[in-house]
């Protein structure tokens, strides 16, 4: 065997820069390679090994072990696809080669070529005429037992943790078949995707705080965008009727194992529809992306089988907090008789909460937990859905619904409201709200209400969490382990070294 004996990294970084140096003095420069023409990945000469056995390929990729056999190695090869092994003698090499191949390290990048055979043992191989370095290795991977296992370290050097972790290549190959598969569905429905604007020059949303930057060439104050929906809606009212975009989303808030101040939403509008007609595809397309990521509609999610399949469960907001707290909205006579009650589930309200506010606050924080298998929660109070349509038998509610899954909200959905009287009201009541909670900045979209003035037809629009749909599917705990590169906080020695 030729596996390195455990070392201090600094003494190995050493030694293989001093490879480097003697390459480099023998005009042998391994960063001097500009390219290598490879015929086959790792996964297609398995895959077709039986029409490719005796032929001759090409294949590059990352050395990640050797064997030493003597006067022939075995090592491994990895791409983007996976493995396979490489058979590596002398004779065919011939000593001089055969004697600087022996000094490449685990994590070089190589270029082989050879022939396709099977092993004694039966595994699939390639038996090397000719191998290359094409590029060098300078830090030694991480220990091959071990391996890289801390999450903070994985989340830091993700270049690393898909180096070694194969299951993490795998959640990322997934999360983008998944993107794959959320833009094929709607545009197979009509949507068209379009690209808005991810400055701001109004702070816009309800309660989620922006991030604040600097536009120098206007000399204006400008935000990052923390919703697309008003964009969307103006092109709705355009005349685009299928409107839909995917892209990055920034909050200044907290972060968690489900939150990121930064991540991927999906947001679609349709004219002449409703939050009914909502609900029909929002479960049709996480059906649709199930089947084409996993091959199911059934996941094992954190050890819990949940069923994708539609028809999906649908309660009113006020069923569900009635069915898992016993507190019944239509029961409160008041605004102080719906705060006793929040109290009385030991739920914090404001001293001015509204009956609405009191139902919003029970279920945010005593029904979620409780819903596991996929369900729509409809007909939100109004005092905290202003951009919903009242319902027109109820006007203390809107056509609303979130669903949930695994006890997580995945998705957000109106009937939209499409009065701009009715809009501006609801727009002044939250500006209020804002300046006392003393946002200076916070201003009423002027433009939006104009847009609407225009005429918006009935619409139904949606809003979900690409990142939380593919913790879903890949089982993943965290949103940061379906991020490639999730906000960290920089290390002392990098915040020295930028000083």
Same mark, same amino acid.
């Given at each position: 065997?030729?596996?390195?004996?455990?070392?201090?990294?600094?003494?190995? !970084?050493?030694?293989?820069?001093?490879?480097?140096?003697?390459?480099?003095?023998?005009?042998?420069?391994?960063?001097? &390679?500009?390219?290598?023409d490879f015929t086959h990945t790792a996964k297609a000469v398995r895959d077709g090994f039986d029409a490719l056995e005796g032929q001759t390929v090409r294949l590059a990729g990352r050395q990640m072990s050797k064997r030493d056999m003597g006067k022939a190695f075995f090592c491994d090869l990895r791409d983007v696809s996976g493995r396979i092994q490489l058979y590596v003698k002398s004779d065919?090499?011939?000593?001089?080669?055969?004697?600087?191949?022996?000094?490449?390290?685990?994590?070089?990048?190589?270029?082989?070529?050879?022939?396709?055979?099977?092993?004694?043992?039966?595994? !699939?191989?390639?038996?090397?005429?000719?191998?290359?370095?094409?590029?060098?290795?300078?830090?030694?991977?991480?220990?091959?037992?071990?391996?890289?296992?801390?999450?903070?370290?994985?989340?830091?050097?993700?270049?690393?943790?898909?180096?070694?972790?194969?299951?993490?290549?795998?959640?990322?190959?997934?999360?983008?078949?998944?993107?794959?598969?959320?833009?094929?569905?709607?545009?197979?429905?009509?949507?068209?995707?379009?690209?808005?604007?991810?400055?701001?020059?109004?702070?816009?949303?309800?309660?989620?705080?922006? +991030?604040?930057?600097?536009?120098?060439?206007?000399?204006?104050?400008?935000?990052?965008?923390?919703?697309?929906?008003?964009?969307?809606?103006?092109?709705?009212?355009?005349?685009?009727?299928?409107?839909?975009?995917?892209?990055?989303?920034?909050?200044?808030?907290?972060?968690?194992?489900?939150?990121?101040?930064?991540?991927?939403?999906?947001?679609?509008?349709?004219?002449?529809?409703?939050?009914?007609?909502?609900?029909?595809?929002?479960?049709?397309?996480?059906?649709?992306?199930?089947?084409?990521?996993?091959?199911?509609?059934?996941?094992?999610?954190?050890?819990?089988?949940?069923?994708?399949?539609?028809?999906?469960?649908?309660?009113?907001?006020?069923?569900?907090?009635?069915?898992?707290?016993?507190?019944?909205?239509?029961?409160?006579?008041?605004?102080?008789?719906?705060?006793?009650?929040?109290?009385?589930?030991?739920?914090?309200?404001?001293?001015?909460?509204?009956?609405?506010?009191?139902?919003?606050?029970?279920?945010?924080?005593?029904?979620?937990? +409780?819903?596991?298998?996929?369900?729509?929660?409809?007909?939100?109070?109004?005092? &905290?859905?202003?951009?919903?349509?009242?319902?027109?038998?109820?006007?203390?509610?809107?056509?609303?619904?979130e669903f949930f899954i695994y006890g997580r909200e995945h998705g957000n959905a109106f009937t939209e409201l499409n009065d701009p009287v009715d809009q501006r009201a609801r727009f002044m009541r939250q500006l209020a709200i804002r300046r006392a909670e003393g946002v200076t900045s916070a201003r009423l979209d002027e433009d939006f209400l104009a847009a609407m003035e225009y005429g918006m037809?009935?619409?139904?629009?949606?809003? +979900?969490?690409?990142?939380?749909?593919?913790?879903?599917?890949?089982?993943?705990?965290?949103?940061?382990?379906?991020?490639? +590169?999730?906000?960290?906080?920089?290390?002392?020695?990098?915040?020295?070294?930028?000083?």
């Amino acid at each position: 065997m030729t596996e390195e004996t455990p070392r201090p990294e600094g003494e190995l !970084i050493r030694i293989r820069r001093e490879k480097l140096l003697a390459l480099q003095s023998e005009g042998r420069d391994p960063f001097a &390679n500009k390219s290598f023409d490879f015929t086959h990945t790792a996964k297609a000469v398995r895959d077709g090994f039986d029409a490719l056995e005796g032929q001759t390929v090409r294949l590059a990729g990352r050395q990640m072990s050797k064997r030493d056999m003597g006067k022939a190695f075995f090592c491994d090869l990895r791409d983007v696809s996976g493995r396979i092994q490489l058979y590596v003698k002398s004779d065919d090499l011939g000593e001089e080669a055969f004697g600087e191949f022996k000094k490449w390290d685990i994590g070089d990048i190589i270029g082989a070529e050879g022939t396709v055979f099977r092993t004694r043992r039966g595994e !699939i191989s390639v038996h090397c005429a000719r191998i290359v370095l094409l590029s060098k290795s300078l830090r030694p991977l991480p220990e091959k037992f071990h391996g890289l296992t801390d999450p903070e370290t994985r989340y830091r050097q993700r270049y690393v943790d898909l180096i070694v972790n194969e299951e993490v290549r795998s959640t990322f190959i997934k999360r983008s078949r998944a993107m794959s598969a959320i833009r094929a569905f709607l545009a197979g429905e009509g949507f068209l995707e379009v690209d808005t604007p991810v400055l701001h020059t109004l702070e816009t949303g309800a309660a989620a705080r922006p +991030f604040e930057t600097h536009l120098n060439a206007l000399d204006l104050q400008m935000y990052l965008r923390i919703e697309l929906e008003l964009y969307l809606k103006r092109l709705i009212v355009g005349g685009i009727d299928r409107v839909f975009e995917m892209g990055r989303i920034f909050r200044n808030e907290g972060m968690s194992p489900k939150h990121n101040p930064e991540f991927t939403m999906c947001e679609f509008y349709q004219a002449y529809t409703d939050y009914n007609g909502m609900m029909d595809i929002a479960e049709r397309l996480f059906a649709h992306v199930a089947n084409e990521v996993t091959g199911s509609c059934v996941l094992n999610y954190q050890g819990v089988e949940l069923d994708l399949t539609p028809p999906w469960r649908r309660m009113t907001m006020r069923e569900c907090v009635k069915t898992f707290t016993g507190a019944d909205y239509d029961s409160w006579e008041s605004d102080a008789d719906a705060r006793a009650a929040a109290r009385n589930l030991g739920v914090d309200v404001g001293a001015d909460a509204t009956k609405g506010d009191c139902l919003a606050a029970i279920f945010d924080e005593k029904c979620e937990e +409780f819903l596991i298998q996929p369900v729509f929660v409809t007909d939100y109070p109004v005092e &905290n859905s202003p951009l919903a349509k009242r319902k027109a038998e109820d006007p203390g509610f809107t056509e609303r619904f979130e669903f949930f899954i695994y006890g997580r909200e995945h998705g957000n959905a109106f009937t939209e409201l499409n009065d701009p009287v009715d809009q501006r009201a609801r727009f002044m009541r939250q500006l209020a709200i804002r300046r006392a909670e003393g946002v200076t900045s916070a201003r009423l979209d002027e433009d939006f209400l104009a847009a609407m003035e225009y005429g918006m037809p009935p619409t139904g629009g949606l809003g +979900f969490g690409v990142d939380r749909l593919v913790m879903l599917l890949t089982d993943s705990p965290s949103i940061r382990d379906v991020l490639l +590169f999730p906000t960290m906080k920089p290390l002392p020695e990098q915040a020295d070294a930028n000083e």
